[in-house]
């Protein structure tokens, strides 16, 4: 039971998921754009997805840690506890903010696009997938290792 | 588009990453799920690929339940969409994390990091908004 249930919960979950995504508007990246585009027709949707999203999140968080010992599936809960604030986190952030507003397309929403067959969709996983395997490569991190003093 | 279903989205959305939660005690973090496929082979490979399953699942069930997904145009070219996705792959590796796992999870649980990263790339994301979409007229 608990093997089924460790395979059919993120998938339920990733539905889920793409639902609340695609419901919110989040896979025009129309809307992302707009709601980045401060100094033009400003749309504030976002916004709202943000709020709906966090508050859910927030009190499920703080039910789910204090009440149950461990999750239902693992051994134990694995939480970010690094609270560094460094070069590579701004930096990073930055960078993905730049490739955000130009393409108003974020992780969870290029896949997304994936199954529309869309060739934006297509071109954006593909040139993120390599973006990722450059920032996750050990060529990066002695880089950021050296300019750190 | 209207602030009810906004609202609804984000409901589920979080709902989601709970359910992460609750399951596995995994943060719902796309850029980190996608990433860790990468390179790493451990146990963890299998929730993340059942993840993916299901989001490509739910994005099937999109359009046939009236939601549209990349339909209108943002007159941006496809260039620029591949450099942006590399900066997105790749600022999200470095920054560790993305719009769910910094934006979402991070801010809910006060995390000091998540809660920069996502001030940086709402900055800077303004910032191309405004210079591609605005000034160059989406780069064409």
Not at chain 1, 33 to 44: N, R
Not at chain 1, 56 to 80: C, D, G, N, W
Not at chain 2, 5 to 17: C, D, E, N, T, W
Request: charged share 10%.
């Amino acid at each position: 039971m608990k093997e089924v249930l460790y395979i059919l919960s993120p998938v339920m979950v990733g539905i889920l998921f793409a639902l609340g995504l695609g419901i919110s508007g989040m896979t025009e990246p129309k809307n992302v754009i707009a709601f980045l585009d401060f100094l033009g027709a400003w749309k504030g949707d976002l916004m709202f997805v943000m709020g709906g999203a966090i508050a859910t999140y927030m009190a499920l968080y703080k039910l789910i840690t204090q009440r149950v010992k461990r999750p239902l599936l693992e051994k134990e809960f694995s939480i970010p506890s690094n609270k560094k604030i460094d070069r590579r986190l701004i930096i990073g952030a930055s960078l993905f903010g730049v490739g955000w507003g130009i393409t108003g397309l974020c992780p969870g929403t290029g896949l997304v696009g994936l199954v529309t067959g869309n060739k934006m969709a297509v071109i954006f996983v593909l040139s993120m997938l390599l973006g990722m395997a450059l920032g996750r490569s050990s060529f990066v991190s002695v880089a950021f290792k050296k300019v750190r003093r | 588009m209207n602030i009810q279903m906004s609202l609804f989205g984000g409901v589920l959305i979080g709902l989601a990453a709970a359910g992460m939660l609750f399951f596995h005690g995994k943060i719902l973090g796309v850029s980190g799920i996608v990433g860790g496929l990468l390179n790493d082979r451990s146990r963890n490979m299998y929730w993340r690929l059942t993840f993916l399953l299901g989001l490509l699942l739910g994005a099937l069930l999109l359009e046939p339940l009236g939601f549209s997904v990349m339909h209108e145009t943002t007159g941006i070219s496809l260039i620029y969409i591949g450099v942006g996705g590399f900066l997105v792959g790749l600022g999200a590796a470095l920054g560790n994390g993305c719009t769910s796992g910094h934006g979402v999870c991070g801010i809910s649980r006060l995390s000091p990091r998540s809660i920069i990263a996502t001030v940086s790339f709402m900055i800077t994301g303004f910032l191309s908004v405004t210079v591609l979409h605005t000034l160059l007229n989406g780069g064409q």
